[in-house]
Nanobody
Framework: QVQLAESGGGLVQAGGSLRLSCAAS????????MGWFRQAPGKEREFVATMSWTGGSTYYADSVKGRFTISIDNAKNTVYLQMNSLKPEDTAVYYCAARKVYLVPGTPSSYEYWGQGTQVTVSS
């Protein structure tokens, strides 16, 4: 049983930084694609970033490119999302997701496993 647990959300001022973590457990993830999505109130869940578990490939939404960085620590089975230069429009619940094959960019429905989400609020 795959389990994903996000942490690291919070309240930050515009221009600040946060690092989200996603602890993955329940199997070996070597062939998996890992993703971050976000959902703001009243909006659909949207893709943020994805990375192959082996670390060879990454892909970002245009809205976060150059500001967010996805990374994986294989030893800790943890996926990170480093978020810099945060803007009020980045405010959302952020979700970690996993699927058996790395594909870009991936719709939410193509991911099999999800975490519970962590709130990120950016004040202006």
């Amino acid at each position: 049983q795959v389990q994903l647990a996000e942490s690291g959300g919070g309240l930050v001022q515009a221009g600040g930084s946060l690092r989200l973590s996603c602890a993955a457990s329940g199997r070996t993830f070597s062939s998996y694609g890992m993703g971050w999505f976000r959902q703001a109130p009243g909006k659909e869940r949207e893709f943020v970033a994805t990375m192959s578990w082996t670390g060879g490939s990454t892909y970002y939404a245009d809205s976060v490119k150059g500001r967010f960085t996805i990374s994986i620590d294989n030893a800790k089975n943890t996926v990170y999302l480093q978020m810099n230069s945060l803007k009020p429009e980045d405010t959302a619940v952020y979700y970690c997701a996993a699927r058996k094959v790395y594909l870009v960019p991936g719709t939410p429905s193509s991911y099999e496993y999800w975490g519970q989400g962590t709130q990120v609020t950016v004040s202006s």
